[in-house]
């Protein structure tokens, strides 16, 4: 099993550019998760799904989309870049029922 | 709110020694608490766990001990090796079954050890 998978794993945006950052699963997980992790803090929790087509917005959404049109894949979009979401992105998912969660291995995001 | 409230860092210690990271916690109920481990470059991975008050979770050479009457969740270890260099996270949800809005984490610990 590959696990939870992100990409890319590196990407210098240009203020006011999109992207999209990718997450997929294979271990049939019903929950999703998207946290950022910012220098010396920890993780903050963006948006959370409980299934495809539910999604639910976290501690600090705003800047940030999700959609959950399946299980296995869970993307964030950034529409308009700003400096002050230059962070390391983490993709996590969980068991319904279980506490435990698996991590990517992360995306790192620069906005210039 | 729910926080999470760990020893700063960087701990540098030398190989062999005894490691303790502290790790205390505000919530509402009843959490479940938990200590995630981030190598250089990796993700977080789950490193042990416990869901109720006096519960011991353990695993490579790593204990935690619930204690609910300190609110507290200290990490320890009797001998460090160079590779448990990392960042460690304490963290903690407060949903029966699972937190469906995900876990509130601390600021982590740099834990660095020289051979």
């Known amino acids: 099993n590959a696990g939870v998978t992100q990409t890319p794993k590196f990407r210098i945006l240009k203020i006011g550019q999109s992207m999209t950052l990718q997450c997929a699963q294979d271990?049939?997980?019903?929950?999703m998760y998207w946290y950022r992790q910012d220098p010396g803090m920890g993780l903050k929790l963006i948006y959370y799904s409980v299934g495809a087509g539910i999604t639910d917005k976290g501690e600090v959404p705003n800047g940030y989309n999700v959609s959950r049109s399946t299980t296995e894949d869970f993307p964030l979009r950034l529409e308009l870049a700003a400096p002050s979401q230059t962070s390391v992105y983490f993709c996590?998912?969980?068991?319904?029922?279980?506490?435990?969660?698996?991590f990517g291995p992360g995306t790192r995001l620069l906005v210039l | 709110g729910n926080s999470v409230t760990q020893m700063e860092g960087p701990v540098t210690l030398s190989e062999e020694a005894f490691l303790t990271i502290n790790c205390t916690y505000t919530?509402?109920?009843?959490?479940?608490l938990f200590w995630y481990v981030q190598y250089p470059g990796e993700g977080l991975q789950l490193l042990l766990k416990a869901t109720k008050a006096d519960d011991k979770g353990s695993n490579k050479g790593f204990e935690a001990t619930y204690r609910k009457e300190t609110t507290s969740f200290h990490l320890e270890k009797g001998s460090v090796q160079v590779s448990d260099s990392a960042v460690y996270f304490c963290?903690?949800?407060?949903?029966?079954?699972?937190?469906?809005?995900?876990?509130?984490f601390g600021k982590g610990t740099h834990l660095i050890i020289q051979p």
């Open positions: 919530a509402t109920g009843y959490p479940s």
């Open positions: 271990m049939n997980h019903n929950y």
């Open positions: 963290a903690l949800s407060d949903l029966p079954g699972g937190g469906a809005d995900g876990l509130t």
């Open positions: 996590a998912s969980s068991l319904a029922g279980q506490e435990t969660q698996y």
